[in-house]
């Protein structure tokens, strides 16, 4: 039997704040018993990619970790990860900005559906319960990010999903932004690590 999403999350938030390097066995409910960091973490590694923000970016996204409580719809999915420096070490107070399209390619122009932010915590942790976006003409499926650890530049960027048919003619499309995705029993979980 699976996970669900809210059984990984309290997996991953009550796991110690620096990352097991490596990959490991997958476990028996299904989720990785190490998740590796994406992308490998050693000593000197390199910055997350930037991306562009794209036209449907709005400011003033409300504070919150769950973007779907009051969505019908949907394909559910729990994204958690860190925020390190090129060190493996992990940023507290690092803020993250998330929006992205419903589960039909729109984005809400006039609300504030699927667009949230937060800080990650004491251990550089941030995670958001969601939907799977839907892909839309010239895109694939994909998540928009802004993070910024304290005092630190903006990075703005986008992550993608593994698999996707239309990835290879997505021309924003870079593999090294992937998430880490596994099923669910209620959905899937998905892990990426943003190096600031």
């Known amino acids: 039997m699976l996970q669900t999403r809210r059984s990984f ?15 490991g066995p997958a476990g028996a409910q299904g989720f990785p018993q190490r998740l590796t960091l994406t992308p490998h973490c050693d000593d000197a590694d ?5 991306q562009n923000e794209g036209p449907f970016f709005k400011l003033n996204a409300p504070l919150c970790h769950d973007l779907a409580t009051d969505v019908r719809g949907g394909k559910r999915i729990t994204i958690a990860g860190l925020v390190i420096n090129k060190h ?14 419903d589960d039909l390619g729109r984005y809400d122009d006039v609300g504030f559906r699927f667009r949230g932010h937060q800080q990650a915590d004491d251990k550089g942790r941030w995670w958001f319960n969601t939907i799977v976006p839907a892909a839309y003409p ?9 993070v910024q650890r304290p005092g630190g530049r903006l990075l703005t960027t986008q992550l993608y999903f593994p698999g996707e048919p239309l990835n290879q003619r997505d021309s924003l499309f870079d593999h090294r ?9 209620d959905g899937s979980a998905g892990r990426y690590d943003f190096v600031v």
Do not use: D, N
Not at 89 to 100: A, D, Q, Y
């Open 88 to 101: 493996c070490r992990p940023i507290p107070g690092s803020l993250l900005e998330i929006w992205h399209a």
């Open 138 to 146: 010239g895109r694939t499926r994909h998540y928009h990010f802004k």
């Open 9 to 23: 999350l309290m997996s991953f938030l009550s796991s110690a704040a620096l990352p097991v390097l490596g990959s």
């Open 46 to 50: 390199e910055l997350t990619l930037a």
């Open 177 to 185: 932004l992937l998430l880490h995705v596994t099923a669910a029993s």
